[in-house]
Structures are given as C-alpha cells and as structure tokens.
Nanobody
Framework: QVQLVESGGGLVQAGGSLRLSCAAS????????MAWFRQAPGKERVFVAAISRGGSSTHYTTSVKGRFTISRDNAKDMVYLQMNSLNPEDTAVYYC?????????????????WGQGTQVTVSS
C-alpha cells in the first residue's frame, strides 16, 4: 500500500508559477513510477506528466511541455511538479499517482495509488 499526499496548490495569476509536492509513504518509493494528472470541472481526469522510478525518464502532455517540470527525490520519497507560465486553462485539481514498475503515459487506469488532490486556480 502506498499513501500519497499532495500540497502546494493555490490561486495564482496568469503567467505565474506554482510548485506542487507529493509526499509518499508506504512501500519502497523507488520501485514506483510517479505521475501527475489533473481534472478540470466537468471534465475527465487527464495525464499531465510522469517520471520513471530512477528519475531519468520524463514524459509530458503536449500542452505543458516547456512549462512544467516533473522531478523526484527518492531519498525523501517526494515527487514535484514545477509549473511555470500558468494560464487559466491549467485550472484544475491536480492529483499525484503511482504505479509499481515502469512509467507509462496515462491513462488514469494504469496507475494504482492516488492522492486526494490539490486545487490549482489560475486567474486571468
């Protein structure tokens, strides 16, 4: 069992930045690929970014490439999402997720453990 707790969400103006954090506890963190998903009101949960177990491989959805950076610290059991140049379309609840083994680029069904989510609101 893996427990995930997100933090760092909030309200930011367009063009601003936020850094989301996800603290993991439970089984060996370094055995899990990690990802961030987001869900806007009335929409499905969608893939944002993922990182491999060792951190050497990262993947992003097209709309966030060049603006968002996913990273992890296996010594601290943490994963991060640095979000720059935010725009109102980035407004959503952001979820941290994990899966045992290799990293995959979504969909949500491929990930086994989820945090409770953190709200990100970008004002225009």
């Amino acid at each position: 069992q893996v427990q995930l707790v997100e933090s760092g969400g909030g309200l930011v103006q367009a063009g601003g930045s936020l850094r989301l954090s996800c603290a993991a506890s439970g089984r060996s963190f370094s055995n899990y690929a990690m990802a961030w998903f987001r869900q806007a009101p009335g929409k499905e949960r969608v893939f944002v970014a993922a990182i491999s177990r060792g951190g050497s491989s990262t993947h992003y959805t097209t709309s966030v490439k060049g603006r968002f950076t996913i990273s992890r610290d296996n010594a601290k059991d943490m994963v991060y999402l640095q979000m720059n140049s935010l725009n109102p379309e980035d407004t959503a609840v952001y979820y941290c997720a994990s899966r045992l083994g290799t990293v995959v680029i979504g969909p949500p069904q491929r990930y086994d453990y989820w945090g409770q989510g953190t709200q990100v609101t970008v004002s225009s």
